[in-house]
């Protein structure tokens, strides 16, 4: 079995920084991509950011410059800084990994979610 769990979601007014966290946990063996995906009410799912087991990192356009995606792989988490915050931003915000569990089977998983709220 295998979770991630999300954490650092919250509400913040514009230009303000939010940094989001997730650890996952479980039968893991081991982790390739780990990413942030977001979603704002009657809006599809869209990718924030993604970064490989080997530190490559792609961003999606809309946060290019203001969010900053790292991962601790000693921890198994995924971090997620955002800066320059806008209501735009406003979404719950989903980490997803690509793991190798203990019985090599390999999956993409979901956190649960975490609710970032961009608002004065």
């Known amino acids: 079995q295998v979770q991630l769990v999300e954490s650092g979601g919250g509400l913040v007014q514009p230009g303000g920084s939010l940094r989001l966290s997730c650890l996952a946990s479980g039968s893991i063996f081991s982790i390739n991509a780990m990413g942030w995906y977001r979603q704002a009410p009657g809006k599809q799912r869209e990718v924030v950011a993604a970064?490989?087991?080997?530190?490559?990192?792609n961003y999606g356009d809309s946060v290019k410059g203001r969010f900053t995606i790292s991962r601790d792989n000693a921890k198994n988490t995924v971090y997620l800084q955002m800066n320059s915050l806008k209501p735009e931003d406003t979404a719950v915000y989903y980490c997803?990994?690509?793991?190798?569990?203990?019985?090599?089977?390999?999956?993409?998983?979901w956190g649960q979610g975490t609710q970032v709220t961009v608002s004065s």
């Open positions: 970064i490989t087991s080997g530190g490559i990192i």
């Open positions: 997803n990994a690509d793991i190798v569990g203990t019985s090599r089977y390999e999956y993409y998983y």
